[in-house]
């Protein structure tokens, strides 16, 4: 009998090491990169392309961070992308949560052909429409606005679609006792179903967060303004006016990425409760 407890207990464990194992491998895949962007960037210009290729050397400085800092508006390409994709995301949660809820909760005319529109904009990638996306922007002036920077980014599909199949889960017995307490389908959405969504819609608006301040190329096309660029655009015209300098290089993508791994240490909670209710982590 006791032999049977103590099987269960050598399988767990050994599932355990095994997925720790695998845990450490995918860190170290990630670490990796990281750390050799980290030891290039500190490098003097003329060693980092030096062989042998050694991780650390005595000679290590700040110079290429000073120079990135020094050559480009830092503080103004920050704000920009703050602005950017502070907007971006508010709007997106906004119209995706509406988009989703009425596709999983209301039928209307079409709703089916709407949704599989919807649902197609998923398989059809962004390169595809940038060119039509440009001529509508530039028709309607809004080249080199933050408006022509940020409306085009909202529209996301996979986005509406998460939040769809987390509405179908929310049980329909609550939107029913609100509606027979005199609510009506405004006040069921705002006072009912959001709040239940807390942990999704954070899951969604971080996704989008971190995509939109990744974005490079639609900000380069619709901004021509250098005070309007944000800042992946601008890190990227301090390296061009310079030719490739790989310290420069590594020490700019490092700062760009720096707020996002702010943002990651903050609400990494929020990230794995997120993916948790949408159901990613299952499929």
Same mark, same amino acid.
């Given at each position: ?10 399988r767990?464990?050994?599932g ?43 000679n ?12 480009g508006?830092i ?22 949560a509406?988009?989703?809820y009425?596709?999983?909760?209301t039928?209307?005319?079409?709703r089916?052909?709407? !949704? ?5 904009g998923? &398989?059809? $990638?962004?390169? @595809?429409? +940038?060119? *039509?996306?440009? /001529?509508?922007?530039?028709?309607i ?67 989008? !967060? ?6 490079? &190329?639609? $900000?380069?096309? @619709?901004? +021509?303004? *250098?005070?309007? /660029? ?8 301090v390296q061009?006016?310079?030719g ?40």
């Amino acid at each position: 009998m006791s032999a049977l407890p103590l099987a269960r207990r050598i399988r767990r464990n050994a599932g355990q090491i095994v997925l720790t194992s695998l845990g450490a491998l995918l860190a170290a895949l990630w670490l990796v990169p990281f750390g050799w962007a980290l030891s290039t960037s500190l490098k003097p210009e003329g060693d980092t392309q030096k062989l042998p290729l050694k991780w650390i050397q005595s000679n290590m400085n700040l110079d290429a961070y000073r120079s990135v800092l020094g050559d480009g508006n830092i503080p103004k390409w920050l704000v920009n992308s703050v602005i950017v994709s502070t907007g971006v995301t508010a709007l997106t949660v906004v119209v995706s949560a509406l988009a989703a809820y009425g596709f999983a909760r209301t039928e209307f005319r079409f709703r089916r052909v709407l !949704f599989g529109i919807t649902l197609a904009g998923i &398989m059809v $990638p962004g390169t @595809v429409i +940038t060119a *039509p996306l440009f /001529a509508n922007v530039r028709t309607i002036s809004l080249v080199d606005t933050y408006w022509g920077v940020i409306l085009p980014q909202v529209s996301a599909p996979a986005m509406v679609f998460i939040l769809y199949k987390f509405f179908q889960g929310v049980p329909r017995e609550l939107e029913e006792a609100a509606r027979i307490d005199g609510a009506g389908r405004w006040r069921i959405f705002g006072q009912v179903v959001l709040p239940l969504s807390r942990p999704v819609l954070a899951a969604v608006a971080i996704f989008t !967060f971190i995509a939109s301040w990744n974005n490079f &190329m639609w $900000p380069y096309l @619709v901004t +021509t303004d *250098p005070d309007l /660029a944000t800042l992946p655009v601008g890190l990227a015209t301090v390296q061009s006016s310079f030719g490739i300098r790989w310290a420069q290089l590594m020490a700019g993508a490092l700062l760009a990425a720096l707020p996002l791994l702010i943002v990651f240490v903050f609400f990494q909670r929020q990230i794995v409760r997120g993916v948790a209710h949408t159901g990613i982590a299952g499929q």
